[in-house]
């Protein structure tokens, strides 16, 4: 069925897995002659694209034309099936030939939760058709054989499949074997990459918890840390529970790589206050994020009650606080923890971006306690060029204040005599959307009228300043001012690099940006984050003439299809773009040095 086949608002039928293959004669065993599921391929390929792909909750990439989406087809093709010449499929062609290189799988339809939003709370009844199987007791009961299994696997690895996904209403730990089938797989096919998306909730045994470690990837369900409300949703949940096994599976993960745990996420109304929680136990323990909105299948206790909103369906009132959450937590997790990665999925972020910036272009709303911030806050309009900002460089330390142009100034007027302790941010807002900041000594001083904040005496590179304003007690022995200049500051270090180009379209809008202004590009570092990149669709944009990496050992060896090269090699070299998730700047700086001191570098 289509990914989003288990919402319950994807119109028609599309098959019966054993009826269609697994009982049906050999002539007939085909999975994809189903007359809707080809429509809806058709449609996706020619543009006619159905209104509940429309309004996906999992694509986190920015629209495409239909040539470009063509194009990427084609790509794929080419690069998982080789039995496929891509290059010589007509358009008519991509709709009969397929790749496959991930499947969303459950053996099973049982779980051990009946999450208010998911078909799990429908009623069951003991009838129904196959247009109505999320109401009936039947499918619930429902679960393939591991002969069944195996033989749906058979069908699908010589279409060049490479993960497989233990995804959809089930929970795959409630099947009897689970364990044991994991442990075929990983000997059937040591190729294939195991990603499983569970609630966490049973109690786990030791060896349960080792049995984890056979995954590639463990997607845990969660949307809060705040007891009532997690299992006020997620009926039949336990807090403690799922905390328990979470540390216990980052004990027995130890130093490995695998598996990388990550979070699924589903935002709505009564988590959003309580989010930062959950991202700070994540950044903290090296836990991954995905967020998507929420959805409700029909029928849901959810549906029928309406016990939840979703976050873009909470009111114009509140929207600033809210963007001010889900735009600050990504940039909260990654200052605080550089190697973990975080994502919006689907076009939530983009909405939310919009409606708040049309009530104010503020990236916060000041505390009560933030009582000089608040008195210019309403000064901003949409569009606005000053404005209210923060810069993080933990999660829970940031810098926040006015933030402005170049040669810009702002009166900042007091009834009262006040104490503040003002902090100048010197900004370069880098072409590759992060930024530079170095950050100037601070003085405590008295506002008796009113502040004049100057920005006209920047030098490049700089482009802003971000003054950073703190209310403090009240001191008659201090000095009153009524301009601050930055002639009078001093900057306290080098600088300090602060990565802000952290979400997947982010990182697409970039890529655009790179392709369409050089003919070729050189990556730096021949590691995880180039492979990262490498697999980003937009990234076929690129002209890659090779990957420079210091590592001698790693010259002249093929990194994903592409070269391995010293940095002697790229001389001639116009941009290069910065793998690195620890040290880019670093990295930055030793090119800056070098004989390549003249390339753009750009920092992903």
């Not at 929680?277 to 299948?297: E, K, P, V, Y």
Request: proline share 4%.
């Amino acid at each position: 069925m289509p990914c989003c086949g288990d919402t319950g608002k994807v119109p028609g039928f599309y098959g019966n897995l054993k009826r269609d293959f697994l009982y049906a004669k050999p002539k007939d065993k085909n999975i994809f002659k189903n007359s809707n599921y080809k429509k809806l391929r058709k449609d996706l390929l020619t543009g006619n694209v159905p209104d509940f792909c429309k309004s996906c909750r999992i694509v986190e990439e920015d629209d495409i034309n239909i040539k470009d989406f063509q194009q990427r087809v084609r790509q794929h093709l080419h690069l998982n099936n080789k039995a496929i010449d891509a290059t010589k499929l007509s358009d008519d062609d991509l709709l009969t030939n397929f790749s496959i290189k991930e499947v969303l799988l459950s053996i099973n339809n049982k779980c051990n939760l009946r999450c208010v939003y998911c078909p799990q709370s429908i009623p069951k009844k003991r009838e129904g058709s196959e247009y109505d199987l999320f109401s009936t007791i039947d499918f619930y009961k429902a679960e393939l054989s591991e002969g069944e299994f195996f033989e749906i696997l058979e069908l699908l690895v010589p279409f060049g499949l490479e993960i497989i996904n233990f995804v959809g209403i089930a929970e795959l730990t409630v099947y009897k074997h689970w364990k044991s089938l994991a442990k075929k797989l990983k000997s059937r096919y040591p190729h294939l990459r195991l990603c499983v998306v569970t609630n966490f909730s049973l109690p786990y045994s030791e060896e349960d918890i080792s049995s984890f470690m056979m995954f590639d990837l463990v997607n845990i369900s969660i949307d809060t840390l705040d007891k009532n409300i997690l299992e006020k949703v997620r009926v039949g949940a336990n807090l403690d529970t799922i905390l328990k096994n979470i540390q216990n599976l980052i004990k027995s993960k130890g130093n490995a790589s695998k598996p990388t745990i990550s979070f699924n996420v589903t935002e709505y109304d009564l988590m959003i206050e309580h989010l930062p929680d959950l991202g700070r136990f994540a950044a903290q323990n090296g836990i991954h994020i995905n967020f998507s909105n929420l959805f409700t299948a029909k029928g849901t206790v959810a549906d029928k009650t309406q016990c939840l909103k979703s976050i873009v369906q909470m009111s114009d009132t509140v929207m600033p606080k809210v963007w001010e959450t889900i735009n600050s937590l990504p940039r909260r997790m990654k200052a605080e923890n550089p190697k973990i990665d975080i994502h919006h999925l689907g076009p939530m972020y983009d909405i939310i971006r919009e409606r708040a910036e049309k009530i104010s272009p503020n990236y916060f709303v000041p505390s009560v306690e933030e009582e000089t911030l608040t008195a210019v806050h309403n000064k901003f309009a949409q569009g606005s060029k000053i404005y209210l900002r923060d810069i993080y460089v933990r999660f829970d330390q940031s810098y926040r204040g006015v933030y402005m142009p170049r040669n810009k100034n702002l009166c900042i007027s007091e009834q009262d005599c006040k104490t503040i302790i003002i902090t100048p941010i010197l900004v370069e807002e880098r072409d590759d959307q992060n930024l530079n900041i170095n950050v100037c000594e601070s003085l405590k001083c008295n506002i008796e009228d009113r502040l004049r904040l100057d920005t006209c005496h920047i030098k490049q590179p700089f482009t802003h300043v971000l003054f950073d304003i703190k209310d403090t007690a009240f001191q008659k022995n201090l000095p009153s001012l009524e301009q601050i200049s930055l002639k009078n500051f001093k900057p306290l270090s080098d600088g300090q690099f602060i990565r802000e180009n952290l979400l997947p379209q982010q990182i697409d809008r970039l890529i655009d940006k790179v392709a369409k202004k050089y003919k070729e590009v050189f990556l730096w570092g021949a590691g995880a984050r180039s492979e990262f990149l490498l697999k980003v669709p937009a990234t076929s944009k690129l002209n890659i003439a090779g990957i420079i990496d210091t590592d001698s050992k790693r010259w002249g060896q093929i990194f994903h299809g592409i070269e391995v090269i010293s940095p002697d090699q790229a001389e001639n070299a116009e941009a290069i773009v910065i793998c690195n998730v620890i040290s880019p700047e670093k990295i930055e700086r030793s090119i800056k040095s070098s004989n390549l001191y003249g390339v753009s570098t750009y920092i992903v």
